[in-house]
């Protein structure tokens, strides 16, 4: 099955205590993002990747980190978290075949930070 | 201003009705409208996709663009109670890779 996978889908952390969310892609797509979606604020990008070590920044980059070795992963990391991290965080990819704009989207994780 | 705004809902429909949702924008160089859906505990999904000015039909949903006035809605005929869910409106500059700007989503109840 064609499908984003993201882990954790659920964690709670305290401030400071560095984590990594994993992103796993098995389309063969070449662009990854990462979204947070918090109340009232929809959908807002954090970092994107057109290609394999190819990474941008989106809107929100700050306090995150991303790495893309390989196609098929592109890992969020946070280096030290702090509560305003609270969120709800989507990995997505798309591909020249499905349409750019085609997003796939994973479960999402829920991340708490104390 | 937002760039782009959309009316938080809840909105909350019997069964069978004509469900309207809508988003305005600001930003004219947007050429691509989207709508994803996205249930509860679940990622978005891409319900409807047009280009330019128009509309587009698929099933009991059509997708509505009007450039003119920086407006997209999204109708849905003969609403079920599977159809509830956040409805996230969808906006790109262009086709190939690029930033999609979503709005802040429509929380849909359709009850039997």
């Known amino acids: 099955e064609a499908q984003v996978t993201q882990n954790p889908r659920y964690l709670i952390t305290v401030t400071g205590k560095k984590l990594t969310v994993t992103c796993s892609q098995n389309m063969n797509h070449e662009y990854m993002s990462w979204y947070r979606q918090d109340p009232g604020l929809g959908l807002r990008q954090i970092y994107y990747?057109?290609?394999?070590?190819?990474?941008d920044k989106g809107d929100v980059p700050e306090g995150y980190k991303v790495s893309r070795k390989e196609k098929r992963n592109f890992p969020l990391i946070l280096e030290s978290p702090s509560p305003n991290q609270t969120s709800l965080y989507f990995c997505?990819?798309?591909?020249?075949?499905?349409?750019?704009?085609?997003?796939?989207f994973g479960a999402g994780s829920r991340l708490t930070v104390l | 201003q937002k760039e782009v705004e959309q009316d938080p809902g809840p909105l909350s429909v019997p069964e069978g009705a004509i469900v309207s949702l809508n988003c305005t924008y600001s930003n004219s160089a947007f050429q691509y409208f989207m709508w994803y859906r996205q249930y509860s505990r679940k990622g978005p999904e891409l319900l409807m996709y047009t280009y330019s000015s128009g509309n587009k039909e698929d099933g009991r949903f059509t997708a509505q663009v009007d450039k003119s006035s920086k407006y997209i809605s999204l109708f849905i005929r003969d609403s079920q109670p599977s159809d509830s869910a956040t409805y996230l409106c969808?906006?790109?500059?262009?086709?190939?890779?690029?930033?999609?700007?979503f709005g802040a989503g429509t929380r849909l109840a359709v009850h039997p």
């Open positions: 997505a990819s798309s591909g020249r075949y499905s349409g750019a704009n085609v997003l796939t």
């Open positions: 969808a906006f790109a500059v262009s086709g190939g890779y690029n930033k999609l700007i």
């Open positions: 990747s057109m290609n394999v070590e190819v990474t």
